[in-house]
């Protein structure tokens, strides 16, 4: 969660409060930093794209045979979403990309069309389903043991399906949602280029 709201449902409890003037104006202050984040051209979007260089880092956590099952679960992810069995806002589909929100959700890639960057926001606590317990038990639980994050950091969990073709941009995810750090794990990277099937990750 971002730091200036404990509580990002607050934030948006703020959002709906129109009889409250100064929830009014500490949001509207909040978008104006926000339009000034995405101009890339400003000294706060560079001096945050150098900070987020120097804290990336890599490193291999699974074994071909833990990578391997947790694939055969997002398979089975892929394939529940495919029924819709999922809660609606779950699932967030694209031509060559679905995303899967597990935990906490937030409006994200053709519900942004009208809004424009920096309009981000999450769903009502309950709007997407709860972060499976495989995903606890095989990804965040290693995260965890091998001290890249500590125990309970883990809210919220994406699951990215790239289809033959799709691809990820580069990008910033929003400050205002997002506490640091964020975590990304690959998946079915190899298999992608092999026999083009998806690419999918975390």
Sequence with gaps: MAAEFGDLRRKLQLTHDTNNSNARNIIKEKQTERRGYYDRETD????TLR??????QQRR????????EIENKIDEVVAI??????KKYTVDRAPLRNKYFFGE???YGSQLLKKGPGMEKL???GEVDEIPEWVNDLVIKPLVKAKIVSE?????????????????????DPAHIFDRPI????FMSLRKYCNQDSNSGF
């Design 123 to 125: 769903y009502p606590k």
């Design 51 to 56: 900070k987020l260089h120097e804290g990336i």
């Design 105 to 107: 959700g937030y409006t």
């Design 152 to 172: 309970g950091f883990i809210n919220s969990v994406a699951i990215n399906d790239y289809q033959p073709g799709g691809c990820i941009v580069s990008h910033i």
């Design 61 to 68: 956590l699974f074994s071909d045979d833990e990578s391997k």
């Design 183 to 186: 975590i990304s794990v690959s």
């Design 44 to 47: 706060s979007y560079l001096d």
């Design 81 to 86: 979403g495919e029924k819709g069995l999922y």
